[in-house]
DNA sequence: GGAATGCTTCGGTGCTCACCGAATCATCTC
DNA sequence: GAGATGATTCGGTGAGCACCGAAGCATTCC
């Protein structure tokens, strides 16, 4: 019924370890440069070189140079919900083992750190609630802040002056691979982040990107953003 | 982030031509023998018998023992589900070229043939009309005709009375693959589909499994069973 | 019981592909 | 320009696996 032909090639690139593994790396949204990912597939970097040439040529990865490095990230929401899907099945073939390892996943949903900045549920509503309240406008790839936007991010305590001779990008959207909807990047959402370190709403676990909110934070979110967090449910409503 | 190693495995199974000719077979719904799935991968039974112990064993198919026959189908919906996202992702791959191929599957998903009766939308829109006029029960791998859906089918001109010596089970209920939801099958599903091309109502496309509605069947399903068909656009309504 | 059919297991062959190290190319720093 | 860093290309090696035919097992028909 179907050209398989296609099909078989891209399920045989995720069905080697090294590429799976470095395609499960990049799936937290991240871009990582070749040696990084080599690294973490405990593979040479010739090897990795030309796993991630055939990614790229396949279209399930795609690149970008900056300076000397090149950055790798999953292509596509597409690529995304076709890794999910994949390991859903897998997921049937074991019993019951993976359970613990599920809510490590859901914590990672709930909210992460994407580079610098927060994505994941806690990350995408954040970016909500700067919109619904006319802070900032937030389209396909790319943000902007309103004057109030700044001023009550000025008040919030975020930094948004940038320095001298960094070009750093103000304020961008980028798309979080879990909720399929876009938070805040470049100086604005490193700000959001390292202010809400700084007042102990949020702290991070060690060696993972899993980040978890104080109470302070549950407080902080609901009064200052109108976020209304509950962490058992995973669920956040804006109100 | 995420234990890969039996997402591998899953992968892997897929990324070889010979069974993934295979699992794109049994996409359609039907359940083939060792035999017949060997033949259509251009493969020995020998072989292909390896294949499908791996992928049984994986729980990528369920096999069904049945006289001689070992009948092979895919295991679940979220296995269905997860070829269909990996072709999806190879789809992207190649420019443009498999478009017309695209208006085939959206014909099958519409109205095809499932062993000796409909599936497809059509399928089961003909199963939701009859369950909502209470002429059927319908569910998981179940199904019954009420006494008013036996008059029913009979004054519609289907042979309901089973042939002598005949063991045939009389009303099944069959997932539908690219539905998601249960159709007829049985004696009453193969009937209902005899007497649809008796009446003129139904084509089938030569050498596929492809069903086309004729104008006479847009009418006789919009009177008889209440199903409205809008095949360009293809929605079915039920009134 | 004997023949036919459907499928699986076994042993052996050959090809594909993941892997590495060394060399090369490209970019940035001093 | 020299040196450092990041990434790629190339040639060669080894292991895994798809493949087949022959033989074996199970079921059904005569």
Not at 118 to 142: C, F, P, R, T
Not at 189 to 199: F, H, K, N, P, Y
Request: glycine share 6%; net charge positive.
């Amino acid at each position: 019924m179907v050209a398989a032909s296609n099909m078989v090639e891209v399920a045989a690139l995720v069905g080697d370890t090294a590429r799976a593994t470095m395609m499960a790396a990049l799936m937290g949204g991240q871009a990582l440069t070749a040696s990084e990912l080599a690294s973490l597939a405990h593979i040479s970097r010739s090897t990795a070189s030309g796993h991630l040439r055939k990614l790229v040529s396949a279209k399930l990865l795609s690149v970008t140079q900056k300076r000397r490095n090149r950055y790798y990230r999953i292509a596509s929401p597409l690529v995304a919900r076709m890794l999910e899907s994949i390991k859903a099945v897998a997921a049937l073939e074991t019993p019951a083992r993976y359970q613990p390892r599920s809510a490590q996943d859901d914590a990672l949903r709930f909210a992460r750190t994407c580079y610098d900045h927060l994505a994941g549920q806690l990350g995408v509503a954040i970016a909500d609630a700067l919109v619904a309240k006319k802070y900032a406008v937030v389209n396909e790839e790319s943000g902007e802040l309103t004057v109030r936007g700044k001023r009550f991010l000025f008040e919030f305590g975020a930094e948004l002056t940038p320095k001298s001779g960094n070009r750093r990008i103000f304020c961008r959207a980028c798309l979080d691979w879990s909720e399929r909807r876009y938070h805040i990047a470049g100086l604005v959402g490193a700000e959001i982040w390292r202010r809400c370190l700084e007042l102990d709403w949020l702290t991070r676990d060690r060696d993972t990107r899993v980040v978890r909110v104080t109470s302070a934070g549950q407080n902080g979110f609901r009064d200052i953003f109108g976020i209304c967090l509950n962490y058992n449910r995973r669920a956040i409503r804006i109100e």
